[in-house]
């Protein structure tokens, strides 16, 4: 076999989303004759509540490697993981690779300060390798506008080490086109010697046949109630704020409309550990709908408790960014609870397509803000749209081939494929 050098900063047993995408890969690239080895930092750096339910989802025979990072400070002055852990992890990597003979280095950002790996990696041995955006690294922070601040620095600094970092790599991939076509445009040079992919973010099924053997219940709201309970779990868009006020001003409006319908928000909190860190409930008081239509855990849980929630749910509930480039990775969670999805979506994001054409949902979908706020307006209307696609749903007849694509097998296969024709 052929091996792979995947630098995730964050792996199981932490619970942020980033890590599931390189544990499909690590779980199917063997299949495709790559030997995963994979570098991460010591758990005991992370700042997030662990899950160790995740690592039970692991291969029995992967293997991880594991680097020192510094402790967060009291201030918290350096927070980023890639940061506080880049030498250690420098370091561990360029021993890996010159004593495995690694064929290709893939890094998965964020971290973004991780991609710099990469450059310097193949300045010291020689070993091509890849970056995959999970997220994309160059756009305008929220609050960017405003000179010297944290987010201005954030803007200036992405923009500065792109360039540097993708300079010499083989392989950019990214969850869908339009979070690489920016480097694409920012360094016109690379795409004469790198080769661009776009590889969905994916899901893994044996995922719930886990669920199952585990038999966890939930706990953050009572199954049974009459009220229809709509669930959204995970963090909230920066730049989906406006439109989830819209949602709360129609709700009030046509209150009555809405008297049996409960929306739970769930890890949606300013931090991941913080039970009181509340992004959704100073809105919903200021609609009047705090605890009887809107409802906020804002402490993240672990990822299987997130799918017993999605399933104990009547819907699933997805508010995308205004964005066109957001495709959000919960989508292909969402398919799989086997509940109806309602989604709120820019028009060019690759998870309209994914949801219609599985038939797991209903998409309120727009082009501008514009045309987004003409529809919130018409949220009785749209809602009811959606409640006979309810009625009409069965989970058996979602088009699981279409959605087969979406699979953590078939996403790996996508990689592999690339990785083949740059190692041949």
């Not at 991880?64 to 967060?72: F, L, R, W």
């Not at 360029?94 to 893939?106: G, H, T």
């Not at 669930?231 to 949602?247: R, W």
């Amino acid at each position: 076999m052929k091996k792979i050098l995947i630098i995730s900063p964050h792996f199981p047993p932490s619970n942020l989303t980033a890590v599931h995408r390189s544990r499909f890969f690590a779980q199917h690239l063997p299949k495709y004759g790559w030997q995963p080895i994979i570098l991460t930092v010591h758990e005991k750096f992370y700042e997030e509540k662990l899950d160790h339910n995740l690592e039970k989802l692991l291969p029995a025979n992967l293997r991880i490697e594991k680097a020192t990072a510094m402790a967060v400070g009291k201030p918290r002055l350096i927070g980023d993981i890639g940061l506080r852990a880049f030498y250690s992890m420098f370091k561990k990597a360029k021993a890996i690779i010159r004593n495995e003979k690694i064929d290709f280095l893939y890094i998965i950002i964020p971290s973004f300060y991780g991609a710099l790996w990469g450059r310097w990696l193949h300045h010291a041995t020689g070993v091509p390798y890849g970056i995959d955006y999970i997220d994309p690294w160059v756009h305008v922070f929220a609050g960017s506008n405003k000179k010297l601040s944290r987010a201005w620095w954030a803007t200036k600094v992405s923009a500065w080490l792109e360039p540097i970092a993708v300079k010499h790599a083989s392989l950019i991939t990214g969850v869908a086109a339009s979070y690489y076509e920016g480097v694409q445009k920012r360094n016109p040079g690379l795409t004469r010697k790198a080769k661009f992919f776009a590889i969905p973010f994916g899901s893994e099924e044996d995922d719930y046949e886990k669920l199952r053997q585990l038999n966890l219940a939930p706990y953050l709201f009572k199954v049974g109630s009459p009220a229809f309970k709509l669930v959204f779990a995970g963090a909230m868009q920066p730049m989906a704020y406006g439109t989830l006020e819209q949602i709360f001003s129609a709700i009030k409006s046509n209150n009555n409309y809405f008297s049996e319908v409960e929306f739970h928000f769930i890890g949606s909190g300013k931090n991941a550990n913080d039970p009181n860190g509340y992004n959704i409930k100073p809105l919903a008081q200021k609609y009047g709908l705090w605890q009887t239509t809107v409802f906020e855990y804002p402490k993240r849980i672990p990822y299987l408790d997130v799918l017993v929630h999605l399933n104990a749910a009547d819907a699933v509930f997805i508010l995308g960014s205004i964005e066109a480039h957001y495709a959000p990775s919960k989508v292909y969670q969402a398919i799989l609870s086997g509940k109806p999805v309602l989604a709120i979506l820019h028009r060019q994001s690759t998870a309209v397509k994914v949801l219609q054409d599985s038939g797991a949902g209903f998409v309120i979908s727009f082009n501008n803000e514009d045309e987004l706020k003409e529809k919130i307006k018409q949220l009785p209307q749209q809602f009811g749209n959606f409640k006979q696609f309810v009625q009409a749903f069965n989970p058996a007849q979602v088009n699981k081939s279409d959605f087969e694509q979406y699979s953590a097998y078939n996403i790996t296969g996508m990689l592999a494929c690339k990785l083949d024709e740059i190692t041949v």
